[in-house]
């Protein structure tokens, strides 16, 4: 997601030249390109992390939600089937979080150790 589509579309972003891009929310295309960016660029980079990964997952969630059943909605089930299979990925990822061997996991065990260090001083 994150060098397929999301990088890809950063550059579009930061061309400058004319956007064409679906606005979905009605508030202007660069505004839609923006959130699409941050969902598919810096969102999927927190996701291959493995840091913040449920609120990565959950707006690359959005973004392949609106992806498959608003832009795709009337194209064939073989154009919706890639946006699909990524939405489905992320309701894993958002269900089951981001594991031990990630980031948040190697931070949140350095926080364990330095509240049961702190615990140690200060009683």
Known sequence: ML???????LERLLEGGEIKFMNFLGLGTKFSLTLAVSAEFFAAALVALGLFTRIGSFMLITTMSVAAFIAHADDPFSTQEKALLFLASYILLFLTGPGKYSLNGLL????NRLNNFWKFVSD
């Open 108 to 111: 949140e065990k350095k926080m």
């Open 3 to 9: 060098f397929g589509h999301g990088l890809g579309k």
